[in-house]
């Protein structure tokens, strides 16, 4: 999917409303004695603060994970894991020896979760089929993906129906 098609600008959501302005920067600082915030290093007061800064990616206490496991909350994350799997299949695409090739087309996702099981489809649709002609030596079909979770099924925090 093209970027566009993933995210919104902020500033073309609100664009329309006379009384919202976009900032782009960073806060660094609040005082909600003082009712201020430190934003590209200058105070701003206000009357009111809604802070809805988001979340990060959680490594469960494993942070050596990091660098085999990108993030994926920004779009540049999700350009980074792609750039990954399909650098992967090139390196297949070149591997004489089946059992290395192998190794290439397999991807690991831990958490079966909504993310992960939504993830496990999308690397599917890429390197099964979005690809399917595009390499001569390796078969895309033998992608292999092994989803990894704790307990007896997929999507714990969903009913079972579902
Ligand atoms: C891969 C993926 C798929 C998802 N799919 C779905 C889905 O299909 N359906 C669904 O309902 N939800 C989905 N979600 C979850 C959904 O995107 C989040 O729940 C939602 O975006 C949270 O909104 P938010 O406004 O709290 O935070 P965010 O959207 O994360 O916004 C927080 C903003 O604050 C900014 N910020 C952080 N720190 C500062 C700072 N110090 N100064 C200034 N700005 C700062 C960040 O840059 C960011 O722009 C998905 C999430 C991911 C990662």
């Known amino acids: 999917m093209s970027r566009g098609d993933i995210a919104t600008p902020l500033r073309e959501l609100v664009g329309k409303q006379s009384n919202v302005q976009v900032l782009l920067g960073k806060v660094t600082n609040t005082y909600p ?9 200058k105070a701003y007061s206000y009357d009111h603060l809604v802070l809805a800064t988001g979340s990060g990616s959680t490594f469960f206490d494993r942070d050596e ?38 190794f290439l087309q397999t991807a690991v996702i831990v958490g079966a979760g909504p993310s992960g099981c939504e993830m496990a489809g999308a690397v599917s649709e890429l390197m099964r089929w ?16 092994v989803l990894v979770n704790p307990g ?6 969903m009913s079972e129906m579902l």
């Open 130 to 145: 979005a690809l399917n002609n595009a390499f001569k030596q390796l078969d895309p079909k033998k992608t292999r993906i």
């Open 33 to 41: 004695e003082r009712k201020q915030i430190v934003f590209n290093g």
């Open 65 to 102: 994970w990091r660098t085999f496991a990108p993030p994926m909350k920004i779009l540049e994350d999700a350009k980074e894991i792609r750039r990954r799997l399909l650098m992967a299949m090139e390196q297949a695409e070149q591997a004489p020896d089946p059992e290395a090739r192998q």
């Open 152 to 157: 007896d099924r997929v999507l714990r925090a």
